[in-house]
């Protein structure tokens, strides 16, 4: 194939799209699979690049196309869309619930990794209500990976910015150190740093307190230089390097 023209190359695409189209879910399957960010090694050519420039397809299409095929009770294109949705692939956010159902329609138990996956999101269930429970306690730990899960979409999560914000301030307020570290780094970006400036410094002196030396000495170098948070100043600056030991 790849010693083939486009214009050659073309007739053999166009008849792909044609069966799938038609109801092929094999069809629909090389389709993705040429849309996809994985590399195959195996007897099917797949020429990612020329294949999408001669049809005209992206990686935007891929979801859609492996739908289409899921449709057709197609088990692989059923186990990739799960696992799409359980990982939070392709621009599509976290969701163990349509991970399962498009899981619960694979004819084969035995399929792949499938009885693998399903057991991972049960054990990842399980554990996030653990975590939601004890950050319910005000665990400061637990806040800290509740908060995370919003942000990365991890346990199925849909990253929520605003939640991963409040559960991190909450567990800052409990003296976790890392959610501290999270928040002065969040805060002191450019867009953040100018209408936020007692917040971050409230933050670093709570890591101060805590004996967080590298935030504390990070601290001191801006009031001894000044910078865009504080205007320098010598005295703070010796009063910080002595805090962080």
Do not use: M
Not at 83 to 100: H, V
Not at 164 to 176: D, G, P, Q, R
Not at 179 to 203: E, G, R, T
Not at 222 to 228: A, E, V
Request: hydrophobic share 30%; net charge negative.
């Amino acid at each position: 194939v790849d010693s083939l023209s486009n214009d050659e190359l073309k007739p053999y695409y166009d008849t792909i799209l044609n069966a799938a189209e038609l109801g092929s879910s094999s069809a629909y399957l090389y389709i993705a699979q040429n849309l996809d960010s994985v590399n195959y090694y195996n007897r099917t050519p797949y020429y990612k690049a020329r294949f999408q420039q001669i049809t005209g397809l992206t990686p935007n299409d891929l979801i859609p196309k492996y739908k289409k095929c899921a449709e057709l009770g197609n088990n692989r294109c059923l186990y990739e869309l799960g696992e799409i949705y359980q990982e939070g692939k392709y621009g599509e956010d976290p969701n163990y619930d349509i991970a399962l159902e498009y899981y619960e329609k694979i004819s084969d138990p035995d399929f792949s990794f499938l009885k693998s996956r399903k057991s991972e999101i049960a054990k990842s269930k399980a554990n996030f209500i653990q975590i939601q429970n004890d950050a319910k306690n005000n665990n400061p730990e637990a806040l800290r990976t509740l908060a995370n899960a919003y942000k990365f979409g991890n346990y199925g999560q849909k990253i929520d910015e605003k939640k991963w914000l409040e559960y991190l301030t909450i567990s800052a307020k409990f003296n976790n150190q890392q959610a501290l570290n999270d928040l002065v780094d969040y805060y002191s970006q450019d867009q953040f740093i100018d209408a936020n400036k007692a917040k971050i410094l409230a933050y670093y002196d709570q890591l101060a307190e805590l004996g967080d030396q590298h935030y504390t000495r990070e601290l001191a170098h801006q009031y001894l230089n000044g910078s865009r948070l504080v205007e320098p100043d010598r005295q703070k600056a010796r009063e910080y390097y002595i805090k962080s030991g």
